[in-house]
């Protein structure tokens, strides 16, 4: 068994890029109020995610879920009559760029607060610097563990975390089918520690240690180090904490010289996962940490679908998208409770509801829990390179 972990590469700060939208209009003494981001007519929150390189699907789709759910509300005339703005800024999945992006859109663009975050390296550069200043740091795209420390006052998450997703896992392989012998291979970085971490755990309350663990660097598809490691202690599932493009990668590879049980957790993606692999996708698995967002008989994926259809008639559901559009409407659920709006009263609002219910999806914060859901599904790709919901690892496809 053989793992590595490097440091964070912080990047050129200075080289962030600027918002992806229009920044807000300058304060001016007529429309702006006490709290930062809050106008007479509109409230800002800010977006630091990956909207280029091998991870860039996963932050275009929760950008289109979050805008969504602002344009559905915007629709019905907003929040105590003030209309809901993101303001996107491009971090390419790297930290360093994630830090400056924060830092500017704390600073310079003034927003109320940052919402959905992509990326575990991302969110470890930027909720600090949000929880410094009391800026609400709201539904990351992340799983790590160090976002449930109650220690930071101003994160709010929404999903499972990755402990939950990769117990979810094991107990599936062990109970379902027997498995022992268990391969990951992971990120080199505090995503795939995070990852890697659980599988152990997992491993270990039933006796059990991995038979190869193997990583590739962020931002990489070269995977064939990690490929051939595994490949060489002949395991029976590859349990796989990465993102889309490398995962893909080393599923295609793997799959010429053994035929494992592949896995993944929710942050690979699984449509983007699905059409990278293409013909190779099907019986991939990949938890899930929301609904199927093909469900209309769920009242809040009804209402999903209702408002992509109206944002962008042409854009795809997926799981990642209604991520976004969920964390869109955590944040309008904040904002209506505060018609004296400011960030305090926001945070509390979350953070002291105890449950809140998204049309039928309920969260359950309290104290020293700041994660809202523990929901855990399994899904499978199938020949249509659909995601769909499974109870076991050993249901027919």
């Known amino acids: 068994m053989a793992s590595a972990c490097s440091p964070e590469e912080p990047g050129d700060p200075s080289a962030a890029p600027s918002p992806e939208t229009a920044s807000v209009a300058p304060a001016t003494a007529d429309n702006r109020q006490a709290s930062p981001g809050v106008y007479d007519d509109r409230v800002v929150f800010g977006q630091s995610a990956a909207f280029s390189g091998p991870a860039q699907a996963l932050g275009q789709a929760m950008r289109m879920g979050i805008e969504a759910a602002f344009n559905e509300r915007n629709a019905a005339g907003g929040v105590h009559g003030r209309m809901l703005e993101l303001v996107a800024m491009d971090d390419r999945y790297e930290p360093g760029f994630a830090y400056a992006n924060t830092s500017d859109l704390i600073a310079r663009e003034q927003v109320f607060g940052l919402i959905g975050a992509v990326g575990t390296p991302t969110s470890r550069s930027a909720a600090p610097l949000a929880d410094s200043e009391a800026v609400p740091f709201l539904a990351p795209f992340t799983g790590a563990g160090f976002l449930r420390n109650p220690e930071l006052k101003s994160v709010v998450n929404l999903r499972a975390s990755y402990a939950q997703e990769t117990e979810h896992m094991v107990e599936r392989l062990t109970a379902d089918l027997g498995v022992t012998r268990v391969a990951v291979m992971y990120q080199n970085d505090s995503y795939g520690q995070s990852g890697l971490t659980g599988v152990l755990e997992a491993l270990d309350r039933r ?120 964390a869109g409407r955590l944040a309008i659920f904040g904002l209506e409770s505060c018609e004296d709006l400011t960030r305090g009263c926001f945070l509390a609002a979350l953070q002291e509801s105890q449950s809140i219910d998204l049309s039928g999806m309920r969260l359950q914060y309290g104290p020293g829990d700041n994660q809202g859901s523990d929901e855990v599904i399994m899904t499978v790709i199938d020949e249509q390179g659909r995601l769909v919901q499974v109870t076991g690892l050993d249901e027919p496809l």
């Open 207 to 326: 006796g059990l240690e991995p038979v190869a663990t193997w990583y590739y660097e962020r931002n990489s598809t070269a995977v064939k180090a990690a490929v051939y490691q595994i490949a060489a202690a002949n395991p029976e599932a590859v349990i796989m904490i990465g993102a889309y493009q490398p995962v893909a990668r080393a599923v295609s590879l793997l799959r010429v010289d053994i035929d494992p049980i592949f896995l993944a957790v929710s942050f690979v993606g699984g449509n983007a996962l699905a059409r990278e692999l293409g013909d190779e996708a099907l019986g991939v698995f990949v938890t899930q940490v929301v609904p199927a967002p093909d469900d209309a008989g769920t009242p809040v994926v009804a209402e999903y679908l209702a408002a992509l259809d109206s944002f962008d008639a042409d854009a795809e559901p997926g799981f990642v998208s209604l991520e976004g559009y969920l």
